[in-house]
């Protein structure tokens, strides 16, 4: 074994000389217009499928991006529309289905006219935010056997299904997506671990359809003047609770309930008290009462007795008036590193907070603290406020502890790619606020984090070989030891892992 990592030694110096000699300065270039894709998959105008930027390529050929990693697609103001040319409503307006698709970022672009505006097909960690995804004949986003990606703020509108995922896990749909005037809104088919919060599902036949999917959490949407609310089929465990539900024809519909032969789905349709569950348009019950048991004198926003869907299935604490959130203050996180080792034993994970003006970080109450509502601070750690990115702007330093914070996202079946991070709290005066960030995760040895230490590997970290932070051919993840240099120490590290795999498995008990 020693001759082997000796001899994969030799080799990786070997290469890390060789890439030293022959190194070239990757070129940047821009484009701005309107993308037209042909029927036959090719591009006009002829000057835009190809954009290098920081060492990445990527190019839209047959209407497929392709990438090792790492790319931003962040074209504002750009259309891909698919009625340019022959043959209207056919084909992807952008698709990744490459299993080495990860962390791609889509953003601030309209897709329209395709059969699917954006599908994703094997892949993992990636964003698509801020995006018109309108009038595609199936689907607005197509997201099949993929995890860990977040769906962000986009507007989907009248395609056959709005967002789709099918055999998919750990995904999120959060904040402000708006899906309207489509046959479903979302559907879940064999999906579990799925966040969808946050969003306004309006006017679609069917507003969040969920079929044999199990576990996920439906949190705070509007869900509104849709033909059914929520569609279940054989789905169950699920939470539904803070979310409103106006003016649809059927609030909440099982088709195995109707039928005599299957079982009906059982989830959970409150939040316990005080917090509540969800309001209901069609439920008109008076709050004279209060408390866990509503026995006792006075109204406390929920109704006094429960919003019963079927036997098995019963909102215990509906709530009087559409669930509104708090006001929640929105602060910037910086949370370092920015690429994170779950096999390195650090001590910390540490995050850096500022509040937006009028307000002062050391009004911030750090026992309240915690990232994604579950790991709360290292209070033994050092708590600091100063200029740490020097923008003239205080920040609050906070430490997490390292081996909590690695062991949450591993236990969500995460082991390389993008994870988004928020971190909330209260101030002392008892005013929410939180704040988002994203860092990538990685495995011991896995450079490219596509679940396998190999020549793959190695050949990334050749070309960084003898950098430090700050130098041109720096790269932060070839940093096993997080020493910002990257040496011996770092080759031997990879070396020690050469061959591993590290693979996300899902199994059935996950869905119970």
């Known amino acids: 074994m020693k001759r082997i990592v000796s001899g994969i030694l030799l080799m990786f110096l070997l290469m890390a000389m060789f890439s030293l000699a022959f190194y070239i300065k990757p070129v940047k270039s821009e484009w701005t217009g309107t993308v037209y894709i042909r029927a036959d998959g090719s591009i006009y105008p002829l000057d835009a499928p190809i954009t290098t930027y920081d060492n990445i390529t990527y190019t839209l050929i047959d209407n497929i991006i392709s990438s090792d990693d790492g790319i931003i697609i962040e074209k504002h103001d750009i ?19 490459l299993s080495n698709t990860i962390n791609v970022t889509v953003k601030n672009t309209t897709i329209k006219n395709f059969q699917t505006g954006i599908r994703l097909f094997n892949a993992r960690s990636n964003s698509i935010y801020g995006n018109n995804l309108i009038t595609n004949k199936w689907y607005g986003i197509y997201i099949d056997n993929s995890n860990s990606s977040n769906i962000i703020r986009n507007n989907i509108e009248k395609n056959r299904c709005g967002i789709c995922l099918l055999y998919s896990q750990n995904n999120s749909i959060q904040t402000n997506n708006i899906m309207a005037n489509n046959e479903s809104g979302i559907y ?112 406390d926003g929920i109704g006094d007795t429960p919003y019963v869907i079927d036997e098995n299935n019963i909102d215990h604490y509906p709530l009087i008036n559409p669930w509104t959130p708090k006001p929640v203050i929105t602060s910037t996180v910086n949370i370092k590193p920015d690429v994170l080792n779950l096999g390195c034993r650090g001590i910390w994970v540490t995050a850096y907070i500022e509040l937006p003006e009028g307000y002062n970080v050391s009004d911030i109450n750090p026992t309240t603290l915690v990232l994604n509502n579950t790991i709360p601070i290292d209070l033994e750690a050092p708590v600091g406020i100063g200029d740490y990115d020097n923008d003239t702007i205080p920040d609050l330093m906070v430490k997490f502890n390292r081996a909590t914070v690695c062991n949450f996202i591993l236990s969500k079946g995460i082991r390389y790619g993008n994870v988004t991070l928020m971190l909330s709290g209260k101030l002392y005066d008892g005013t929410l606020f939180e704040g988002y960030d994203t860092i990538r995760v990685r495995m011991p040895g896995d450079i490219n984090m596509d679940g396998k230490v190999d020549m793959k590997d190695i050949s990334i970290a050749s070309s960084a070989f003898g950098s430090y932070l700050g130098h041109e051919r720096w790269n932060q993840i070839v940093d096993e030891n997080e020493d910002n240099k990257i040496d011996l120490v770092d080759i031997a590290l990879i070396c020690r892992n050469f061959g591993k795999t590290y693979r996300t498995i899902y199994t059935p008990s996950n869905m119970k």
């Open 188 to 299: 879940l088919g064999f999906s579990y671990h799925v966040d969808i919060f946050k969003n306004n599902v309006t006017n679609n036949l069917y507003g969040i359809f969920l079929e044999f999917s199990y576990n996920n959490t439906i949190i705070a949407n509007t869900i509104t003047r849709n033909q059914y609310g929520i569609w279940l089929r054989g789905s169950n465990h699920s939470r539904f609770y803070h979310n409103n539900f106006i003016d649809n024809s059927q609030q909440i519909f099982d088709l195995n309930r109707d039928y005599p032969f299957h079982p009906s789905s059982i989830n959970f349709w409150d939040d316990g008290h005080p917090s509540g569950g969800n309001y209901w348009s069609n439920y008109a019950v008076m709050d004279l009462y209060r408390g866990p048991y509503q026995n006792e004198t006075g109204s």
């Open 79 to 97: 259309i891909i529309d698919g009625r340019g040319f022959e043959v209207s409503g056919t084909g992807d307006g952008i698709g990744m289905d």
